[in-house]
């Protein structure tokens, strides 16, 4: 919620999630002691802790799938479905309120897939590559107040596929 709202305060959180403050609280120092929240004390306003996201996206450690203890395989295994679901949620979410966006956004968004045949080493190349192009724009974000500006989620996927 953070990487993708921007700063907020636990209550605020709270509301958007229809949980409790106490709990946000709980949750965003646990994040908060393990790397991936901190301070936003730029936002903050008399007594209110606002908290924003450390990363802006999500990377995975593969090596946690071949972890010696299944817990870890498990819970990473259970990480990567989640992910998963939420892309497509995300994607749906998308498709079901593309008309209530500006014809311009509405076609400038994309949902493609491709298929090649590759080694493990180029499709690993083809990743970090791809990855690359899309750190670049980082440094040509629209500034703030740019009223034609939006956040763009971006999904990339790349898997093997079996063929007939």
């Known amino acids: 919620m953070l990487r993708q709202r921007g700063p907020a305060t636990a209550s605020m959180l ?54 010696p203890d ?24 998308w498709l079901a309120t593309r008309g209530d966006w500006s014809e311009e956004w509405s076609h400038a968004g994309d949902m493609s897939d491709f298929t090649l045949r590759l080694t493990p080493g180029s499709a690993r190349e083809l990743v970090e590559k791809m990855h690359e192009l899309i750190e670049s724009y980082s440094a040509r974000e629209a500034p703030a107040d740019d009223p034609t500006a939006e956040q763009v989620r971006i999904h990339t996927h790349a898997f093997p596929h079996v063929s007939d």
């Open 14 to 67: 709270a509301e958007r999630l229809g949980e409790s403050s106490g709990a946000t609280s709980y949750h965003l120092r646990q994040l908060a002691a393990h790397g991936f929240v901190e301070d936003a004390p730029e936002q903050n306003k008399g007594r209110e802790r606002w908290w924003r996201a450390v990363d802006r996206g999500v990377g995975f450690d593969e090596e946690l799938l071949d972890h």
């Open 70 to 93: 299944p817990a870890v395989r498990g819970a990473a295994d259970l990480f990567l479905h989640e992910v998963a679901t939420s892309h497509g949620r995300e994607l749906s979410t």
